[in-house]
């Protein structure tokens, strides 16, 4: 069965410090993997997307890295400010068919001051 | 620019009730997708419409129905509301359904079903 799991479920950390998530999947035949930023109450905002044949892709203060061959993607997130505090969901397509997303359920993140 | 637009915010049903979600994109996008997410699971697609007069399943259809009305509209029906449909429902838009075609979401109808 296709899932995508996301670890931690949660995490806090104090502002300005760094952070990694991850995120493992089992979806074949693969076709891009996404990050998305979920606040409370709203819908959730495209980070990045990337295909299998890239390995890193940056958004701002957010890089993103895959690693295809493991089936293991991670979102670093450096120097965190209290805006980053949300759900971050990793969201994988494979090559079936490029409109049915598998969503993770998501790394709760809170930026404490 | 709105972007995704979804009406109503919020909706409390008894259930066996009927109600439409509705939802409209301003991007001229071609695709468009209904979720729902539930606390402690990842969004799972209800039903999608690849472009302008078509609609296909999801993974979780059942209950549901949908209408494409025009390019920028998609709306979802429940036909008899059931306490299992409570839950944060999604519409989301995309250019179209390939790789690097990012959705962009709408901020959701919480539905209540007593």
């Known amino acids: 069965k296709n899932q995508v799991e996301q670890s931690p479920q949660s995490l806090i950390i104090l502002e300005g410090k760094n952070c990694t998530l991850q995120?493992?999947?089992?979806?074949?035949?693969?076709?891009?993997l996404r990050w998305y930023k979920q606040d409370t109450g709203r819908g959730p905002v495209s980070l990045t997307i990337m295909t299998f044949s890239e390995n890193t892709k940056s958004n701002g203060r957010y890089t993103a890295t895959l690693d295809a061959d493991t089936k293991q993607s991670s979102l670093h997130i450096t120097a965190s400010q209290l805006s980053d505090s949300a759900s971050y969901i990793c969201v994988v397509s494979g090559m079936d068919s490029s409109y049915k997303l598998i969503f993770g359920s998501g790394t709760r993140l809170l930026v404490r001051p | 620019n709105a972007g995704v637009t979804q009406t109503p915010k919020f909706q409390v049903l008894k259930t066996g009730q009927s109600m439409t979600l509705q939802c409209a994109q301003d991007?001229?996008?071609?695709?468009m997708y209904w979720y729902r997410q539930d606390p402690g699971m990842g969004l799972r697609l209800i039903y999608y419409s690849a472009s302008e007069g078509t609609t296909d399943k999801g993974e979780v259809p059942n209950g549901y129905n949908v209408s494409r009305l025009n390019k920028r509209e998609f709306s979802l029906r429940l036909e008899s509301a059931a306490p299992s449909q409570t839950s944060v429902y999604f519409c989301?838009?995309?250019?179209?359904?390939?790789?690097?075609?990012?959705?962009?979401f709408g901020d959701g109808t919480r539905l209540s079903i007593l």
């Open positions: 995120c493992n999947y089992t979806v074949s035949p693969f076709s891009n």
């Open positions: 991007m001229n996008h071609n695709s």
């Open positions: 989301a838009s995309s250019e179209a359904g390939g790789v690097n075609q990012p959705q962009h």
